[in-house]
Each structure stands twice: as structure tokens, then as C-alpha cells.
């Protein structure tokens, strides 16, 4: 008699497990998968600096908090920026109109020195002239005056510094008394087809003018006293 034959089931072959970098790619490639998988939001667990272990969605939204409140700060700092540069741009406007009011040197040099300390709000500035002919006038250095040597790199550069200047650039500029109570300064070469001289200003507090306040204002600033001095050389 014959045993009636049975078909065994084919088996299937045995699956490795996946890798991490395969899960990693598959929920890198499906990034709606937890949305069709939410019960597993709850039951996965990430270590957290402070709080222990936390729920994958309790991560997330700390994590989207987190962000929200960077883009929040960056946000109010470039709103910040943009109100000062108009402040910038409204004082600049104000000094040029009093520039070109200006009928003489000494008139350029005051009016420059008023609006800078009125509406700049520095507590010192300053108008260094470089040979404008023989004169005695205290703002006035003949080319061969040793105290240009602090500056040969800055007129080389053709840009204005911000932030901590060397003491010897501000005892030239503004004299010792005054300069040892300055916290932080602006210096600006005046330049037309050679170098007219400094302008500086001078502030007791340390965070008043600082490396990265943006010299792109600063050198128009430079460029609008050193035209009202080129106009006004010899009419002193």
C-alpha cells in the first residue's frame, strides 16, 4: 500500500534583520511614516540632557520650541539692525545737509564734530587734518609728523577700525587725558586722491563701538567729511 505523498510548504528564506543605516534611509526616504504610525511616537524613547528619557514627540517639540525661539531672537535682532541702519541713514542725511550749509573749513570741522556727538552719540570726536598749508589750528599735522605712522595700515586699507584701538592712535588723536577715559573708538581715514587726514570718535563705554558693527555707514560717514574738507581746503 502506498503512503499517499504530502507536499511539504516551501519555505521562505530567512530575512536579516535590518541594519540602523537601513532604518535610518527608509525613515530618511518616508518622512510621513510615523504620521500613519503615531502610537509609536509615544513608546520610542530619547535621551535628554535634563529630563531623563522623553518620548519622541516630546523630543521634537522641544526641539521645534528650541528652533522657534532662535528664529524668533535672529529675527528681532535683524529688525533691531534695520532700525538702526535707517537711524544711520537719517543721520547721515542731516550731516550732509549741514556740510554743504558749511561756508569754511573751520565751519565743516564744527558742524562735523556737533552732529557726530549729537547724533551719533559719541562722547568724544575728533578732525585730524594732514598738511592744509601753514596754519596753527590745533586739528592741523604737517606729512612728516611721526604720530602717521600709527596709522600707515589704515590709510593703506582705505577702511574704518571700530572696537579697542591701540592707545598710541588715540593719545595722537585726541590726547592723553581724554584718551585714557575711552572705552572704544571709531577711526576713519579722509581720502581723496591722497590721504586728508582722521576722524575719529570716541566713546566711554566698552560696548559703544565694537568690531562687528558693520563699517559700511562709517565709510560713507568717511566719505562725506572728507569731500566737505577737499571742497574746503584753503579757505580757512
Known sequence: MNRPTT???PTEPRQEPLNEAEVAT???EHPDFFVRHLPLLEI???PHPTHGAVSLLERQTTVLRDRNRRTERKLKELVQLARE???LSANLHRLGLGL???DSLDSVLATTREQLCDEFKADEAVVRLISVGK?????VCSRDDPGLTYFKDLFERRRPICGKVDLEQLDWLFGNEVSKQLESAVIIPLIDTEPLGLLALGSYAADRFHPSMGTLFLGYLGE???AAVSNRLGRT
Not at 135 to 139: E, F, G, L, N, R
Open 44 to 46: 520610542l524613547k530619547l
Open 100 to 102: 554743504l550749509q558749511a
Open 135 to 139: 596754519s596753527d589750528a590745533p586739528y
Open 85 to 87: 541702519n535707517e537711524q
Open 7 to 9: 507536499t511539504e510548504p
Open 224 to 226: 562725506l567729511v572728507g
Open 26 to 28: 527608509y525613515l530618511r
